[in-house]
């Protein structure tokens, strides 16, 4: 009787490119189709309450996927504080942006409810940390906690202000539903072009020690196929764009598809510097819900920018 030691199993092989790419695009087909359903519904109460859900249900799993990196990484955070006053933001926002309290006149006043929140939040973090009787890292706890706020919900709720966006007299109703599909557009053929083109032809590495996948090839590629989806969506979508014409497709092209690729580096960094691959497991080929918004967090603010200060000036 010998006693042999069992062979390991083989590791499974990885999956190809192709696969990998395909899995990515059905996920992201697969909410997008939710999500811009129930924007497109044509019903007002039934679109709004999706709407919110929706964004209440990304913010949350959000901030529990940067809080989760923050732990990964040994660092400290108050996460039930951070995901309760995400929330409470990002519903005060849509309270705003939709008119529920009758003051939704001027973007301004929506400006000032989030500047007065995350003025109270750095108080209520201050008062957070002085009954925390175990957390020594007093600081870091509470820069952790603001990163998190600022990085999810109050990005997030600049797709809000872009949906419930007021536009000048004569603009289509759902101008601000058109531009929330718009950017989301622009920025995922960000990503597709930058993955196709980089696993294609990638040679030349951008900032290896963060996204060793990400190349200048891909960059280039992203550029070229977003900027490419900019001009013809806002061809085919007309006046549904208030405002919009062949010079600021090109030039939101541009802009949105080096913002996509800039979003999705910073995120690769939080990843990598809690030594994980995903922020989270919930999309085949995708990831986590960060993997899903790293593109669009930085995106939303650009676009609502320039619709304020430029297209609609």
Known sequence: MTNETPAAPAPSPAPSKGKVFLRRLASSL???????G??????????????IL???????????????????????????????????????TFLHCAGK?????????????ETSFLILFVLGLCLRQFIAKDNPNGIVA???????????????NFIQKIEFFRFPAGAAADAGTFYVLYFILVTKFSDVGAYCTGSLIGRHKMIPRISPGKTWEGFAGAVVISTGASVAFAHFAGTKLYGMNLTHALVLGVL?????VIGDLIESLFKR??????SGGYF???????????????????????LRHVLTR
């Open 30 to 36: 697969a909410l997008w189709t939710v999500v811009l």
């Open 38 to 51: 129930a924007l497109f519904c044509g019903h007002k109460l039934v679109s709004d309450v999706v709407f």
């Open 54 to 92: 929706i964004m209440l249900l990304l913010a949350a799993c959000g901030m529990f996927e940067f809080y989760g990196l923050v732990r990964a990484r040994g660092l400290v955070c108050f996460r039930k504080f951070g995901m309760a006053a995400g929330l409470l933001m990002v519903a005060g």
């Open 101 to 113: 309290l009758g003051i939704h006149d001027s973007p301004a006043r929506v400006n000032d409810f």
């Open 142 to 156: 509470m820069a952790t906690t603001l990163l998190g706020l600022m990085y999810v919900p109050w990005l997030l």
């Open 256 to 260: 949105l598809s080096i913002a996509a």
């Open 273 to 278: 510097e809690a030594g994980v691959k995903d």
């Open 284 to 306: 085949p080929g995708i990831g986590g819900i960060l993997d899903l918004l790293d593109s669009l967090l930085f995106n939303a603010p650009l676009m609502y920018l320039y």
